[in-house]
């Protein structure tokens, strides 16, 4: 709230004051680094409570009031950026549920393998549970504890008399960590055949089995898909592709999602991948997100705001 005006004092005046006030308010130290990031200074106790880290010290955050004066009105979709907080966990051990649907025909797949693996297990040597089936509607649940960060594998049987299985197979990630009872976005499997076709709509692409893709879903602050996110990968090679849908197409010339929130890269090396996703216009930074990508995998998972 803007401090009442003295009147005999010019309002240039008042504003070097306020100016003065709050260089005064920074909590600087002599020597060495305070902070890499600004929840270092978070991390700094009550004093550093209204900090933000600037060239590696902790300095005061400017007043609500000057932020907004030049930045007009904050759409309510993104006014959370910059100011996420995990929540904590309702209970210990939670359930996560994950629709899985034909990319196609919108329709529940049930005809697939799904085990539970820890984050730290790449190759999920040792699954946490499973190996268990879709529901008739194509929902798989598995019991986690709270904060799981983990993956569910998927991996459809290869049909009698073929060579491939039905769909290419999946990791699902989950982020941010789970911390109640989800009901996970939808899970837009897709077989061999759409993947080569939609990858030759999108620009003449080809798909390379030895690498992996890596797909996402655009999430606001209000948890809902979003269009107006773009979104960077770590490591990339001459032949990886980043696409966002339009129209319910993959378009490769496209510079953002659009309300279904649907993007993602083919073609990237495996290993675990770092994503970005900021907003198109340039007004904030949604944050990163780590996956892992294995050859010939699709993995999916949600990119929201994050601390």
């Known amino acids: 709230m ?8 010019p309002v240039s005046l008042l504003a070097a004051i306020a100016a003065g006030a709050a260089a005064c308010s920074l909590l600087a130290a002599p020597t060495g680094e305070q902070c ?3 929840s270092d200074c ?10 933000q880290c600037q060239d590696k010290v902790c300095v005061a955050k400017p007043a609500a009031n000057d932020a907004g004066a ?16 995990l929540e904590t966990p ?15 025909t919108r329709g529940p797949v049930v005809q697939m393998s799904c085990r539970l693996c820890a984050k730290v297990d790449p190759d999920c040597t040792t699954p946490l549970a499973g190996p268990v089936s879709p529901s008739p509607d194509g929902i798989v649940s598995f019991d986690v504890s709270a904060n799981f960060d983990g993956y569910i594998e998927a991996r459809a049987p290869i049909p009698d008399g073929g060579t491939l299985p039905a769909y290419v197979p999946s990791l699902v990630f989950f982020n941010p960590p789970l911390v109640d009872d989800t009901v996970y976005i939808a899970i837009p499997l897709v077989s061999y055949t759409v993947l080569a076709t939609l990858a030759q709509q999108t620009g003449g692409n080809t798909i390379d089995p030895a690498l992996g893709g890596a797909l996402f879903e655009a999430h606001d602050c209000k948890g809902a898909a979003t269009d107006g996110v773009t979104a960077t990968i770590d490591n990339s ?12 197409l993959p378009n490769e010339a496209s510079k ?4 279904t929130g649907y993007g993602g890269f083919i ?10 996703g900021d907003r198109v216009d340039g007004k904030g930074r949604l944050g990163t997100m780590s996956v892992l990508v294995r050859k010939s995998y699709l993995s999916y998972s949600v990119l929201p705001p994050l601390p």
């Open 237 to 248: 090679i001459d032949t990886t592709r980043r696409f966002f849908f339009v129209n319910g």
């Open 90 to 104: 309702k209970k210990s051990t939670l359930k996560v549920s994950v629709p899985l649907r034909d990319l196609t």
């Open 267 to 276: 073609n990237v090396p495996p290993g675990v991948r770092t994503l970005t």
């Open 42 to 51: 978070a991390a700094r106790g009550a004093k550093f409570a209204n900090t």
């Open 70 to 85: 030049d930045s007009g009105p904050v759409d309510p979709r993104w006014a959370c950026l910059g100011k996420v907080r």
């Open 2 to 9: 803007r401090a009442p005006r003295h009147p005999s004092l």
């Open 36 to 38: 890499t990031t600004t």
């Open 256 to 259: 953002g999602t659009d309300a």
